[in-house]
C-alpha cells in the first residue's frame, strides 16, 4: 500500500538554526507532493509543492524543498528557523493513479526555543 | 482566492444524538470534497471523497452509514454524524479541489465533542 513516512516526530531547534525535516513515500509511478503546516489552533496552509519541472521548490516563509526521485523523498528545509516556524508540519503525496486523493505523513511537531 | 470555511468551528452533542457540518467553498467551484480526521496530535485520515451530484467514495474502515456525506452543489458539501458516541469525538477537516487541479483546498476543521 501507498504511504508516506515522516521519521522526525519531534524536532527541538533554537532560532536561527538550520531545518530539514524528512519525507519518503512508497510509490512508483508520478506524484504530487506537498508540505504542509498547522499552526497552533489554526488549520493547515499550504507551504509549498511539486507537479513537475524543477526539484528544488521554494515555498512561503523561507521554506524549501526538493524532490529527489530515485530515493522517493521530499524534505523540507529552511537555512533559519524562527520561533514563529513552531507548528506541526506535515508531507503529503498525491497519487496520479487515484485521481485527487491525498495521502498525509503523520506529522513532524517542530518546536523552536527562542 | 481558493477559501474554504467549516460550520461549526466547535459543536458539543450528546451520545445518541446527530451532528451535521457543513463546509462550503466560497470562492471557486469545488468538484470534489474530501473530509479528513484528525485525532490529537495525529495526521489526518481520509474519510471520504465526494463529488458534487453523486455518492461519496468512503475509506476502508469508515462506515458509510454512520458518516453520512452528501455534495449536492458545487460549493457545498456535509457530514453528517448518526447517533454519536464519545469515540466519535475528533477534529474534522474537509477539503476541496476544482476539476482541473490536484491541489487541495483545506477548511478550518470542526472540533466534535460527544458527551
Known amino acids: 500500500a501507498q504511504s508516506v513516512s515522516q521519521h522526525n516526530h519531534h524536532v527541538i531547534l533554537s532560532e536561527a538554526a538550520s531545518l530539514e525535516l524528512g519525507c519518503n513515500y512508497s510509490?512508483?509511478?508520478?506524484?504530487?507532493l506537498f508540505w504542509y503546516v498547522q499552526y497552533p489552533g489554526q488549520h493547515l496552509q499550504l507551504l509549498l509543492k511539486?507537479?513537475?519541472?524543477?526539484?528544488l521548490v521554494k515555498g512561503i516563509k523561507g521554506f524549501e524543498a526538493e524532490f529527489i526521485k530515485s530515493k522517493f523523498s521530499f524534505n523540507l528545509r529552511k537555512p533559519s528557523v524562527q520561533w514563529s516556524d513552531t507548528a506541526e508540519y506535515f508531507c503529503?503525496?498525491?497519487?496520479?493513479?487515484?485521481?485527487?486523493?491525498?495521502?498525509f505523513g503523520s506529522g513532524t511537531r517542530l518546536s523552536i526555543r527562542p | 482566492g481558493a477559501v474554504v470555511s467549516q460550520h461549526p468551528s466547535r459543536v458539543i452533542c450528546k451520545s445518541g444524538t446527530s451532528v451535521k457540518i457543513e463546509c462550503r467553498s466560497l470562492?471557486?467551484?469545488?468538484?470534489?470534497m474530501f473530509w479528513y480526521r484528525q485525532f490529537p496530535k495525529q495526521s489526518l485520515m481520509l474519510m471520504a471523497t465526494s463529488n458534487e451530484g453523486s455518492k461519496a467514495t468512503y475509506e476502508q474502515g469508515v462506515e458509510k452509514d454512520k458518516f453520512l456525506i452528501n455534495h449536492a452543489s458545487l460549493t457545498l458539501s456535509t457530514l453528517t454524524v448518526t447517533s454519536a458516541h464519545p469515540e466519535d469525538s475528533s477534529f474534522y477537516i474537509c477539503?476541496?479541489?476544482?476539476?482541473?487541479?490536484?491541489?487541495?483546498?483545506f477548511g478550518p476543521g470542526t472540533r466534535l465533542t460527544v458527551t
Open positions: 510509490y512508483g509511478g508520478t506524484v504530487n
Open positions: 503529503a503525496v498525491n497519487l496520479y493513479s487515484s485521481a485527487s486523493k491525498i495521502i
Open positions: 477539503s476541496a479541489r476544482t476539476q482541473d487541479s490536484y491541489e487541495q483546498y
Open positions: 470562492d471557486f467551484q469545488a468538484t470534489t
Open positions: 511539486y507537479f513537475s519541472g524543477d526539484p
